[in-house]
């Protein structure tokens, strides 16, 4: 849906644009008085709200046993939520002179940036930006030096990534893989289907299986029926070991 809307966006500003020019020609008082009470109703929003969310930013963040929104060390949360503050109390302040327009139209671009930056990571999913909830997760992970690495088709290029691996085994389906499984042989032999996991599991022995994939423990990372010795879980990844 969002492609048939995005291009209506350019014309719908030019059009809200010259209608503003023709109603500054006409009744500049006028328009004055209805953009200043605008931005100052605006400003006020945004300067009265950004106090209680951040305060409750801050304590949410110490409070034990809820899911955290963010990683830590991830401050632009309350860089947003204080820019935003003094954005709307600049825009009250200045709402009955010209100014108050240019700080309206060019102070929103550092508030689409820091707002971009501030979306909790349970929004976007750990799986479109996965190198801070592997890091956590491996942190926390011991490897030995006959372990089997494994990834499924959505985390086996950022797993190979992050532990400079380049031989790690595909299980479960192949997805963009599928090219180079079927068309190169070394790459045909470290693809195994989810139904060959026992197989797999028996051709290793007595070597362990580690298996990497972004997804949180208690959201089906791997098959129940899976006989996991360990499991290591943190921030949408979870690493098991068979």
């Not at 190979?160 to 997805?175: E, I, N, P, Q, V």
């Not at 797999?200 to 299986?209: A, D, Q, S, T």
Request: charged fraction near 20%; hydrophobic fraction near 50%; aromatic fraction near 14%.
């Amino acid at each position: 849906m969002g492609t048939y809307i995005l291009p209506c966006f350019p014309p719908l500003a030019a059009l809200l644009a010259i209608g503003l020019r023709r109603a500054m020609l006409i009744d500049p008082a006028w328009c004055r008085r209805v953009l200043a009470g605008l931005f100052g109703a605006f400003g006020m929003i945004l300067a009265i709200a950004s106090i209680p969310v951040l305060i409750a930013l801050a304590v949410w963040s110490f409070l034990p046993g809820v899911p955290q929104l963010y990683l830590p060390g991830n401050f632009f949360p309350y860089l947003t939520v204080l820019y935003l503050g003094g954005y709307g109390f600049w825009l009250w302040r200045w709402r009955r002179r010209y100014r108050a327009i240019v700080l309206f139209l060019f102070g929103l671009a550092p508030v689409v940036i820091l707002g971009l930056c501030s979306i909790p990571e349970k929004l976007i999913r750990e799986s479109k930006a996965p190198e801070p909830g592997l890091r956590a997760c491996l942190s926390r992970f011991e490897f030995q030096p006959d372990d089997v690495i494994a990834s499924d088709r959505n985390g086996a290029s950022a797993v190979a990534w992050m532990l400079k691996r380049s031989d790690l085994l595909l299980l479960g389906r192949m997805g963009e893989f599928e090219y180079a499984i079927s068309n190169y042989p070394d790459s045909a032999a470290r693809f195994y289907p989810a139904a060959q996991f026992p197989a797999l599991l028996e051709k290793i022995r007595p070597r362990r299986l580690v298996y990497i994939v972004l997804r949180a423990a208690d959201d089906d990372a791997f098959p129940k029926e899976w006989p996991a010795r360990q499991v290591v879980s943190a921030h949408g990844v979870t690493i098991a070991v068979f």
